[in-house]
């Protein structure tokens, strides 16, 4: 039986480690990743193999050869461009063809029992086997549900945590019968785990999978890279390694030479004819590559180091990673999660702080600190987005370079000569910073259509125009005056999707930013009626009918944001008595605390109960959402006040679909089916809704925060176009807020947030769907667990903070909380809670 291992990848994650050696030959131990696979495979009897490469092919063929030095024998697939995970096995058909054969990544460091699997594959005759691996954090992996006999349920490849409901992730080890070669085109890109195995599943065809108790690290990140060396320090993998025990835990190969006044802390490893002199320290999971030279007084924790290093005298050394034939001189410092290619020379007293990452053959002169990255960069957070866009506290985490680096990767992404349209809020930290990222998006040779100070409803409406590429808002933080978030536009004015969120990263990250020539610099320009053109194309959107006739009085608080810029021009065509509060722009004060918002809202319900409006509307700093109150003066909650609109909006439209989140009410679907209208239920992030409201029957849509979607204006937030549409719709039905309010149901919905450390969510997800076996589940968005009374709970991590949300929604109060301690209770106990 032959072996597939799959070595072509560039391992983009772990540069500059790979920016000239490919992934597989990164040692772990001092032996490349791919060599402890090829040694696992001859173990299991796999002598045959053949290794599929495309990046840096030569450098693998060189290295391992005919595989004669390992008693195998290796044959090479090389892919001319990438042709993707089965793509790339169906390269090397012509090998594969007689029996069935085994994929294995050249990348991964593992110690699974193949035999074991093969025994498993042949047992439950199938046509594919997948090894699967429960994981602390299944993020980066894919996903596969299998029920109690192994057999195949479902896949999901690279979920968000909305998606994650279970801990058992693809390791890309598969058995399969040379069928399965068959069903995959030859020269294109195609993927087993996204293309061809569930066109498999879905003609009932027998894929299992196969739950590995050995050891499965994906060495994908500088963080598992070190992981994993000091796993195999530890025993917790079973590899081989050439080296002598010299103390407890403290590793020598062939030819090292220690000084008896060395310190020596194991586990540890030191590599051949590597020495270490008097009075060095090397601490705990410290690895030293082949001839590696450490100095008196050196001090070296948790520092892998790769072959032909010098480390110079009081050199110190702690996490990080250091490339081959690199020096350290004397005195330097390099600091955890810093990473220093090959090839490079950091010189005496230089610093290089945690996270930076030093590109081969680079020289860090005497004396410098070095706090950002050379050439490539992390900015060491699990995720550079979050809910608002890229958010931060003001020259502390959102700097003006931080902008500027920002912009470039941005302007990488579209093409020279684009349009991109900039704006911000009223504040004076987003007018500073909005001048950094104009100058980098110039100076990337992209146009740059300034709208100054401006509602990010505006901004978004031209972002969306023909011929612009996209935009990027610059606003405060709401509820936090000190902090700013960088929003991100694609060509339709919504926010940036996830995948080209993690594309940006990835520019941002590398720093590999393109640069115009000195006469592609880009113009900057400045539009005359911005506003008047919007507010033009809204009228034109939106049914204002009936409203001059009504003879209506509306209150609207501004909240001293950008809506002040856009209401003169767009109230003084509809024909609507108007008093406004707050109708300036504050650039000292661009968002208020929750006590100052409660504070004018209050003043808003007080002023439309004593002029007899029909009802007020509080907009956002930046005009994007709105707060209702209703003719009484009662403020309507942001649960209340969608669910009054939709019924407005579904009673007039008698037909259509809605888009609303998981977590809404189900009242939300009651009010839709009496008016006849439906609903698409969508995951709880923006890009889905917005996603979502682009459909063409789409009527309506809202986030139940506040934030409402008018399909038939554009398919993002928009708190005027809303606002005017709520001013058509109230006039026509000639029913107020309140009466409207009074005959929609109460919802028996609750809340509650669990602290869920990041190791322990995927566990958390993966014991609710086994909690609910038997009932009706839905994974829209995290896992909602349905009783037959139309009774739900719904469980959803936290992208971004290490906290699981639930929701519980019963037909009474009782029946909601049960629901809610029932799965709390899961979620706790899963978490590790007390």
């Known amino acids: 039986m032959k072996a597939v291992v799959m070595a072509g990848g560039e391992g983009t994650r772990l540069r500059p480690m790979t920016a000239n050696q490919p992934k597989p030959l990164l040692p772990i131990i001092n032996r490349p990743i791919m060599e402890h696979v090829l040694r696992l495979l001859k173990k299991h009897g796999f002598i045959d193999t053949v290794v599929t490469v495309q990046f840096l092919a030569a450098l693998i063929r060189n290295y391992f050869g005919d595989g004669d030095e390992l008693g195998m024998r290796l044959h090479y697939a090389t892919e001319e461009i990438p042709l993707g995970t089965a793509g790339s096995v169906k390269n090397a058909a012509d090998r594969l063809r007689d029996e069935r054969f085994l994929v294995i990544s050249g990348d991964a460091l593992t110690d699974i029992d193949l035999t074991d699997m093969l025994r498993f594959h042949e047992e439950n005759g199938a046509l594919v086997t997948i090894g699967l691996k429960r994981v602390p954090n299944p993020l980066e992996f894919g996903i596969i549900i299998v029920d109690e006999h192994g057999r195949i349920q479902r896949f999901l490849e690279k979920p968000t945590w909305g998606q994650v409901f279970s801990d058992t992730v693809n390791t890309g080890i598969y058995i399969m019968e040379p069928e399965v070669l068959d069903e995959v085109q030859a020269g294109r890109s ?198 608002r866009g890229v958010s931060g506290l003001v020259n502390v985490e959102i700097t003006p370079e931080l902008c500027v680096r920002l912009a470039s990767a941005y302007a990488t992404m579209v093409s020279k000569g684009d349009t991109v349209v900039t704006s911000r809020d009223a504040s004076r930290a987003a007018r500073a910073f909005k001048r950094a990222v104009i100058g980098a998006l110039n100076s990337s040779a992209i146009n740059v259509v300034d709208l100054e100070a401006c509602a990010l409803p505006v901004a978004r409406f031209h972002t969306s125009r023909e011929s612009v590429k996209g935009g990027i808002a610059l606003r405060t933080s709401a509820g936090d005056p000190q902090s700013v978030d960088i929003v991100f536009m694609d060509d339709t004015g919504a926010d940036l999707s996830q995948g080209a969120q993690r594309k940006l990263e990835r520019i941002f990250s590398r720093q590999e930013y393109r640069r115009a020539f000195p006469g592609e610099i880009a113009e900057l320009t400045f539009p005359a009626r911005a506003v008047d053109t919007y507010t033009r194309e809204l009228l034109r959107c939106v049914d204002v009918n009936g409203v001059k006739d009504a003879e209506m009085k509306v209150v609207v608080d501004c909240a001293g944001g950008t809506s002040s810029l856009v209401l003169p021009s767009l109230l003084g065509r509809v024909g609507v008595d108007v008093l406004t509060v707050n109708n300036r722009l504050d650039d000292a004060s661009p968002t208020e605390t929750f006590a100052e918002r409660r504070r004018d809202l209050q003043r808003l319900a007080e002023l439309v109960a004593s002029s007899r409006a029909a009802f007020g ?218």
Not at 297 to 303: K, V
């Open 190 to 387: 195609v993927d087993w785990s996204s293309d061809v195995f569930p066109r498999l599943l879905e003609r009932g065809l027998p894929l299992f999978g196969y739950v590995a108790e050995g050891y499965w690290e994906d060495v994908g990140t500088h963080e598992s890279y070190l992981k994993a060396q000091a796993d195999v320090l530890e025993g917790k993998v079973r590899v081989d390694f050439d080296a002598f025990e010299l103390a407890p835990g403290v590793w020598t190969a062939e030819g090292a030479s220690v000084d008896p006044d060395a310190v020596l802390k194991g586990p540890l490893y030191i590599g051949d004819y590597a020495k270490v002199e008097a009075g060095a320290e090397l601490r705990e999971y410290t690895v030293l590559g082949s001839n590696a030279v450490v100095k008196e007084g050196a001090f070296l924790h948790r520092a892998v180091v790769h072959d032909n290093v010098y480390v110079g005298p009081a050199a110190h050394l702690r996490g990080c990673v250091i490339g081959k034939n690199t020096d350290v001189m004397t005195g330097a410092r390099i600091e955890e999660n810093a990473v220093v290619g090959d090839e490079c020379v950091i010189e005496s007293e230089a610093y290089v702080s945690s996270g930076v990452k030093i590109y081969p053959f680079k020289t860090v002169e005497a004396g410098a600190v070095v706090n950002t990255s050379v050439i490539w960069e992390s900015r060491g957070q699990r995720s550079l987005f979050g809910p």
């Open 617 to 834: 509307v509080r907009f956002d700093p930046v005009g994007e959402r709105i707060s209702l109150v209703d003719e009484m003066g009662q403020l309507i909650n942001e649960e209340r006040a969608l669910l009054v609109v939709l019924d407005l909006v579904a009673a007039e439209r008698r037909g259509g679909r809605v888009a609303l989140p998981v977590t809404t009410t189900r009242v939300a679907e009651m009010v839709c089916r009496f008016h006849g209208v439906q609903v698409e239920w969508t995951p709880t992030s923006l890009d889905a809704l917005t996603t979502a409201a682009t459909h063409t029957d789409m009527i309506f849509a809202g986030d139940g925060r506040g934030g409402f979607i008018v399909p038939e204006f554009g398919p993002t937030l928009d708190g005027l176009a809303v606002f005017l549409k709520l001013l058509g719709l109230v006039a026509r039905t000639r029913l107020s807020l309140s009466q409207i309010d009074a005959r929609i149901p109460e919802a028996k919905l609750l809340r509650r947030t669990i602290p869920t450390p990041w190791a322990h969510k995927g566990t958390v997800m993966r014991s609710v769907v086994e909690a609910a076996e038997g009932l009706h589940v839905d994974t829209t968005d995290g896992v909602r667990v349905v009783g037959e009374d139309g009774s739900w709970a719904l469980v959803l991590p936290d992208p971004s903070q290490a906290v699981t949300h639930l929701w519980a929604e019963g037909g009474d109060v009782d029946t909601a909380q049960a629901l809610l301690e029932r799965w709390a209770r899961v979620v706790e106990h899963a978490a590790g809670a007390q």
